[in-house]
């Protein structure tokens, strides 16, 4: 039985170079991880059980990995609730479970760090869950609130502005 525990791991490599094994199973969550095994098996690698497959994610520090890891394997014994559009309710635990809402309940930094594994590591659930907390976050915010909190400039804001607005303006002389 104990083989049984070591069969079908791949290890999860974290920006500062930090290992997570994780069962193939549980880690094919990941849609990255499913191309990334894929490719293994295209180059005929000799381990099949996949033991030996590292998958670097470089851009994923190893906190935010840990908590990635700790949502999988948690969505493999219970899933979760799918979000439904439109919200019926503006309390996370009512849309889905407690674990999840709790999950969710982390710093900002962290959770846009997750927000930003999700997307790379390409896992649905997850992005859908930390995209969710993260418009709760920003629900009745002003627009100069919400500019701070995504770290984008009235600079920036302004450029954009004029770049529509010097479009908009090619585009009705075309038209007359």
């Given at each position: 039985?104990?083989?049984?525990?070591?069969?079908?791991?791949?290890?999860?490599?974290?920006?500062?170079?930090?290992?997570?094994?994780?069962?193939?199973?549980?880690?094919?969550?990941?849609?990255?991880?499913?191309?990334?095994l894929?490719?293994?098996?295209?180059?005929?690698?000799?381990?099949?059980d996949?033991?030996?497959?590292?998958i670097?994610?470089?851009?994923?520090?190893?906190?935010?990995?840990?908590?990635v890891?700790?949502?999988?394997?948690?969505?493999?014994?219970?899933?979760?609730?799918?979000?439904?559009?439109?919200?019926?309710?503006?309390?996370?635990?009512?849309?889905?479970?407690?674990?999840?809402?709790?999950?969710?309940?982390?710093?900002?930094?962290?959770?846009?760090?997750?927000?930003?594994?999700?997307?790379?590591?390409?896992?649905?659930?997850l992005?859908?869950?930390?995209?969710?907390?993260?418009?709760?976050?920003?629900?009745?915010?002003?627009?100069?609130?919400?500019?701070?909190?995504?770290?984008?400039?009235?600079?920036?804001?302004?450029?954009?502005?004029?770049?529509?607005?010097?479009?908009?303006?090619?585009?009705?002389?075309?038209?007359?």
């Open positions: 039985m104990d083989e049984d525990n070591t069969v079908g791991i791949v290890k999860l490599v974290s920006k500062e170079g930090d290992i997570f094994p994780l069962s193939i199973e549980i880690a094919k969550l990941s849609n990255l991880v499913v191309t990334t894929g490719e293994e098996e295209e180059h005929d690698t000799d381990d099949e996949g033991n030996n497959v590292e670097p994610l470089s851009n994923v520090r190893s906190s935010v990995l840990e908590k890891v700790q949502y999988c394997v948690h969505y493999s014994k219970e899933p979760m609730t799918p979000i439904t559009t439109p919200l019926q309710t503006l309390d996370m635990a009512k849309i889905v479970q407690k674990w999840y809402a709790d999950f969710v309940d982390v710093d900002q930094v962290m959770m846009f760090e997750l927000v930003t594994a999700a997307n790379f590591m390409d896992i649905k659930p992005l859908d869950l930390t995209c969710l907390a993260v418009s709760f976050y920003i629900k009745g915010k002003s627009a100069d609130e919400i500019r701070r909190i995504f770290n984008i400039s009235n600079e920036s804001v302004s450029q954009q502005d004029a770049v529509i607005t010097e479009m908009s303006e090619g585009a009705d002389e075309e038209v007359v």
